[in-house]
Nanobody
Framework: QVLLTESGGDSVQAGGSLRLSCEVI????????LGWFHQAPGKVREGVAK???????NYADSAEGRFTISKDNAEKILYLQMNSLKPEDTGMYFC???????????????????WGQGAQVTVSS
């Protein structure tokens, strides 16, 4: 069992920054792949960024250059630093855990077996 708890959601102006955190309980941070997903109102949940057990990362095109995923293995916290926020970044952000260690094996939402409850981010223009 892996318990994930997000925090850091807030309302910000366009161009602002936020850092989301996800506490991971029940699994070592040096195994598995962790990801951040975004669900805009009325839309499907989509991947934003992922980080493998070994620290390799990848990003959705919409996040590349603006968002940074990182993790603190000792504190067991996953982060998403979001800069230059846009109104289209509004929505719920979920952290999720995939049991495989490599990014290639953790593609879409179906590969992630544990999910947090989500954090709301609202970006106003």
């Amino acid at each position: 069992q892996v318990l994930l708890t997000e925090s850091g959601g807030d309302s910000v102006q366009a161009g602002g920054s936020l850092r989301l955190s996800c506490e991971v309980i029940g699994r070592s941070m040096s195994t598995g792949t962790l990801g951040w997903f975004h669900q805009a109102p009325g839309k499907v949940r989509e991947g934003v960024a992922k980080i493998s057990a070994y620290g390799a990362t990848n990003y959705a095109d919409s996040a590349e250059g603006r968002f940074t995923i990182s993790k603190d293995n000792a504190e067991k916290i996953l982060y998403l630093q979001m800069n230059s926020l846009k109104p289209e970044d509004t929505g719920m952000y979920f952290c999720a855990y995939c049991a495989r260690n490599y990014l290639d094996y953790c593609g879409g939402t179906s590969d992630f077996t544990y999910w947090g409850q989500g954090a709301q981010v609202t970006v106003s223009s």
